[in-house]
């Protein structure tokens, strides 16, 4: 399955004017649950039961090339460390920063960085990150389940999640009413 | 207390490009339990129970006069039958549509519009329709709540919610996970 979970404001935001997203991922560290898999994350029970059954699904990820220089390459590690990562791009970084395991940059379009993420899932989830990544997903047809995280702020500007698109019809698969975000789960109806 | 109910897109839209909020609208009438308030709105038991709660709360409405317009001055019976309506604008039209009971035209700005409203409240909530007339609220700090009964669709482009505004934060006080339509209810931190 391809999936795209985002810490979205309630005005639509995945990050601020200046990239940042504190803000928004302050729920993983709101309460006293530490997560199984990440235990530097914190939060109350609902929120570490539902990331951490994310988190279990994950296969493979594709981020977007400005979230990939915006954190430094993550260091190194990935958005989700040990996970093999594509990173959606028009062109390759040279010399490629040092990562482990190595990123794979994928410059033919959003159709090869899905297929070749799938292959490297081997049957679990493919988890996009990014908003670019998700928009050119969903024009694509290819996004089966896009995650919201709500969290109850206005960010006035900043990068938005879902923008531009054509309409797409989804179905409410999932409701958690966790105290300081509400995680929403919903499937794509192709 | 003001009040901002408004059905939204997963985009953050309350009406598509053309102003028409139908699809938005469609949980009003997708079950089979009529509300006591308005017998044609038939949805879910979860979905009705939430509507009426609301609509007994209502003692004044405020719109905007785009909405006005759009709506061909709600055939001279406003959006909530029987309230007494103000419509935020910049001129009022002249001779003023017949209605029952007649429209105030406000003129003065929104402090105003929500103190006439306010007072013709008499201690029940005032409530806002239309995008324009809840960011200015917010922005002039007089909101103090937000419910966004969230549907699961994508429209692409039509009229925003919440637009261009400074940051805010809420609260969420109230989650229904209703078939068609996600209810949240925020308070307004100030």
């Known amino acids: 399955m391809i999936t795209a979970p985002h810490s979205v404001s309630l005005d639509g935001f995945i990050a601020d ?11 993983l560290r709101s309460g006293g649950t530490p997560s199984r898999l990440n235990p530097s994350f914190t939060m109350p029970a609902a929120s570490a039961a539902f ?13 977007g090339r400005r979230t990939h220089d915006v954190t430094g390459a993550w260091g190194g ?15 390759a970084p040279d010399p490629a920063p040092p990562a482990e395991p190595p990123y794979t940059y994928v410059t033919g379009g959003i159709e090869r960085a899905v297929e070749q993420a799938r292959t490297a899932a081997a049957g ?3 988890v996009l990150m990014g908003a ?21 702020i206005v960010l006035g500007r900043g990068v938005r999640l879902l923008n531009d698109l054509e309409p797409v019809d989804l179905e409410l698969t999932g ?12 499937r794509v109806l192709k």
Chains 1, 2 share one sequence.
């Open 17 to 27: 004017a200046d990239h940042r997203s504190d803000r928004l991922h302050a729920w």
């Open 51 to 63: 990331f951490d059954q994310g988190v279990a699904r994950c296969g493979a990820v594709i981020a």
């Open 77 to 91: 590690k990935g958005p989700m460390p040990g996970l093999p990562l594509f990173v959606l791009t028009h062109r």
């Open 124 to 126: 679990k989830d493919v």
């Open 132 to 152: 670019t990544v998700v928009q050119q997903c969903l024009r694509a047809g290819l996004l089966d389940e896009l995650i919201i995280n709500l969290v109850p």
């Open 175 to 186: 409701v958690i009413d966790a105290p300081a975000v509400t995680h929403l789960t919903y």
